[in-house]
């Protein structure tokens, strides 16, 4: 392949496929890390999806031996480094990209195929579901370039894993096995690395077969109960199966299990 056909590859690979959004980030000879244009093209990518009820998942992944290894540190000394004002504006894309992305009304799949580092861990905090391959790494590593957090991990990361651990990892810069954040709730599953795609298209299909307006109002239900006291977290689940109740989607499903059918949902 010619340099000039390399060039031409976008840097996120947007797919529609089986019922999901894939996003692949592709800068492999920097190890996915993050610029303005792959910020761009995950934007651009929820943007195909987000009103079409027949995508009922987006999986995020990266091309190469990273999953994304932070921000393009290059970029940050040579482009943000020149005047301290640009850094506020490239923070403020990486924070409206990655909050756009944990709020995007369908679940959210994290594919993690290699190193997942500062940045790449912050994508990974966004994310609903987190499947990782057996040699991934995940690590905060701010602290090993004397940066600080920048896209939320010293708030999302203690929220996921309690304190404590997430201190460690947020002091020490370590990069730890996949395998070891299992327990702690960081990952949900981790397979070989060759079954890694494979058991992302498999926990596809099971959403695939699933309302959208359920996956939707159930994972609002939950991001939104996280900031609420139960009581009140309670009452907001009570009105929303109220108001589910008015759906054609739970109707199918009561009518669908009372003739012994699979539902046939529309995500209304």
């Given at each position: 392949?010619?340099?000039?056909m ?15 959004l894939?996003?692949?980030?592709n ?19 929820l943007d ?6 027949d ?6 992944t990266g ?13 940050v000394?040579?482009?943000v ?20 992305l944990?709020a995007f009304p ?6 993690v ?24 790494k ?32 947020l ?17 949900n599953?981790?397979v ?8 992302a ?6 959403l ?6 359920v996956l939707?109002?159930?994972?609002a239900?939950?991001?939104d ?8 977290a ?5 009105l ?6 008015t ?9 669908a ?7 046939r949902?529309i995500?209304?």
């Amino acid at each position: 392949m010619s340099e000039a056909m390399v060039a031409a590859e976008p840097v996120v690979v947007s797919e529609i496929r089986d019922g999901a959004l894939w996003l692949r980030l592709n800068r492999p000879e920097a190890m996915n890390s993050l610029i303005p244009a792959v910020l761009d093209g995950i934007e651009e990518g929820l943007d195909r999806v987000e009103h079409d009820p027949d995508v009922k998942a987006v999986v995020l992944t990266g091309t190469g031996r990273a999953f994304c290894a932070g921000a393009d540190l290059k970029f940050v000394r040579s482009q943000v480094g020149e005047d301290p004002a640009n850094m506020r504006g490239f923070l403020d894309q990486v924070i409206g990209t990655l909050n756009r992305l944990e709020a995007f009304p369908r679940p959210v799949i994290a594919a993690v195929n290699g190193m997942a580092l500062a940045g790449g861990l912050e994508l990974v905090l966004c994310c609903d579901l987190v499947i990782a391959a057996r040699s991934a790494k995940l690590g905060d590593a701010h602290a090993n370039y004397g940066l600080l957090p920048g896209g939320g991990s010293s708030v999302r990361l203690p929220r996921k894993i309690g304190p404590t651990r997430a201190k460690y990892m947020l002091y020490t810069g370590e990069f730890i096995p996949a395998e070891q954040l299992v327990d702690c709730g960081l990952v949900n599953e981790v397979v070989d690395d060759d079954d890694l795609i494979p058991a992302a298209e498999r926990l596809i299909a099971k959403l695939a077969v699933k309302s959208s307006l359920v996956l939707r109002r159930m994972k609002a239900l939950v991001d939104d109960g996280l900031e609420q006291p139960s009581d009140t977290a309670l009452r907001l689940e009570l009105l929303a199966s109220e108001l589910h109740a008015t759906s054609h989607d739970m109707s199918e499903g009561l009518t669908a299990f009372q003739e012994k059918r699979k539902p046939r949902f529309i995500g209304r």
